[in-house]
């Protein structure tokens, strides 16, 4: 006899006193599942028909492997695990639930009554119910960002009831933000993000309370914006806001709901949860400003955000609600390329900087400084010597001798490049190998898409010794003062 344990689906679990798994004593799998079924006859006439044959719409899995593909009856190890994966339609309530519904209208809530319709399919649902809808009108969340992430993350929040939604972002709408960007439309492209997702919004739901803070979240301003809000949903996508975003809601006590995106894959994580680690006790230091692409350089596949954004989401909401376990001292992976989800945990750190027991960081910091980013607003490298496209143009015509390299990714390579310039491509990755073939008589100008990245590469050629010049405003500007055919991305 082996000890096993069966896990109950949601629609069975009303014929096991409300339990998510059931233990049972026995030999084989379909004996499991009689123990299982013997004191409950309808429970059993869920799972088998008359002649005690499986029904067709319900499979049980013995571990990962379905009963019906295995040979025969399977005998049991100890510890075994049986699943029963019933079909499920869909969110459309039955009669029954319809029912019940009904009547929670006639109680005094603190709902009114376009509200209990407009949220009847929460209020149905036990870990929401009345009570829970109330919360989540009460709830105050703030979303750093207004982009990919924050896209889904603001639309569900909104449709969910959350009460007062605060959003901070400083950009406007972009052409190639709309492939992930769903809070935004083409007819919004030009104008402030926060106003677009401020009028999508409020078309969803106008009963949530959208407060906008347009300005780039820093030090001088965190704690002031992010005090007062239950949860902060971190959908940045720079090293330092993220440090900052960490930094002042551990300092606030507030919990985090963590999310980042790379092409296809992502991570989300809920940190400075009760007794829960933080981003800093995961990742002491940000990588070197080189080696971290942001979204516009590496790419993303437009549906993650999508993903990622939604899971955060609903870890929003079950903190709200306080059900259900939350995604605090684990984080989720998410490989989109491979559809796998894999989950690994992660401790609170006892020397943490800032969540530890001796914290270093007792107040906010540079966060720029901090993450070795040494960039201006417009997106240009401070000390470093910059060239003007215009004047780069000029050179080419007087037949000047210098080197033009790209520092950029084949890919970006691919969409366009100076190369009828005489531009050499040498990615950031590859660059240290190649610092010593470039020829140190002859004078260096380098340029990316926008001239952050080079201004990187410039810094390291002038501290060998070389001749470097930044391209300023990189091949964008390029496209837009030189050669307004070139495609640009
Ligand atoms: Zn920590």
Redesign the pocket.
Same mark, same amino acid.
């Given at each position: 006899m082996a000890r096993v344990s069966i896990r109950i689906p949601t629609p069975l679990r009303p014929f096991v006193n409300g339990r998510s798994s059931v233990d049972v004593e026995a030999q084989t799998a379909r004996e499991a599942l009689t123990r299982l079924t013997e004191s409950n006859e309808r429970l059993r006439a869920q799972l088998v028909d008359d002649d005690g044959e499986l029904r067709n719409f319900v499979n049980i899995y013995v571990g990962t492997s379905n009963l019906r593909d295995l040979p025969e009856d399977p005998v049991l190890e100890e510890g075994a695990e049986l699943s029963i994966i019933p079909s499920i339609a869909g969110g459309r309530a039955s009669e029954v639930t319809e029912a019940v519904g009904s009547s929670v209208e006639a109680e005094q809530v603190g709902l009114t009554t376009a509200e209990l319709r407009r949220y009847s399919r929460h209020l149905l649902i036990p870990e929401v119910g009345v009570e829970g809808q109330e919360r989540l009108k009460r709830a105050r969340v703030l979303l750093v960002g207004a982009g990919g992430l924050g896209s889904p993350i603001a639309l569900y929040l909104t449709a969910a009831g959350v009460g007062t939604i605060g959003m901070v972002d400083h950009d406007v709408v972009d052409f190639t933000n709309l492939q992930r960007q769903i809070l935004h439309d083409t007819s919004s492209v030009g104008t402030a993000k926060l106003e677009s997702a401020r009028a999508r919004l409020h078309a969803i739901n106008p009963d949530v309370d959208v407060e906008t803070f347009e300005t780039r979240l820093d030090s001088g301003n965190a704690l002031e914006i992010m005090q007062g809000w239950e949860v902060v949903v971190d959908g940045s996508d720079n090293f330092p806001t993220r440090y900052l975003v960490n930094d002042a809601a &551990?300092l606030l006590g507030i919990p985090t709901v963590y999310g980042a995106i790379f092409r296809f894959e992502g991570q989300v994580s809920v940190?400075g949860a009760e007794n829960g #680690? /933080?981003?800093? /006790?995961l990742f002491r230091e940000p990588p070197p400003a080189e080696l971290a692409p942001s979204c516009a350089d590496a790419g993303v596949f437009g549906v993650l955000p999508g993903i990622v954004g939604t899971i955060q989401a609903t870890e929003t909401i079950k903190l709200i609600l306080g059900q259900g376990r939350p995604l605090s001292g684990r984080i989720l992976l998410i490989d989109a390329l491979q559809m796998q989800f894999r989950e690994l945990s992660i401790h609170?750190?006892p020397s943490? #900087? &800032?969540?530890?027991e001796n914290p270093t960081i007792t107040e906010l910091i540079d966060y720029e400084e901090f993450c070795g980013v040494n960039v201006d607003r417009d997106g240009s490298a401070e000390g470093v010597p910059e060239i003007e496209v215009t004047q780069l143009q000029r050179w080419l015509d007087e037949g000047r001798d210098f080197q033009l390299i790209d520092v950029r990714e084949p890919y970006e390579w691919q969409i366009c490049n100076l190369e009828p310039q005489g531009a050499r491509l040498t990615p950031l990755g590859v660059f240290p190998t190649v610092v010593g073939e470039l020829d140190p008589a002859t004078p260096l100008v380098v340029y990316c898409r926008s001239g952050a990245r080079s201004a990187l590469a410039v810094e390291k050629l002038r501290e060998a010794g070389l001749d470097a010049i930044n391209l300023k405003g990189g091949i964008l500007a390029w496209a837009e003062e030189v050669d307004e055919s070139m495609p640009t991305y």
């Open positions: &551990v940190f #680690p /933080c981003y800093r /006790c609170a750190d943490c #900087p &800032v969540c530890g």
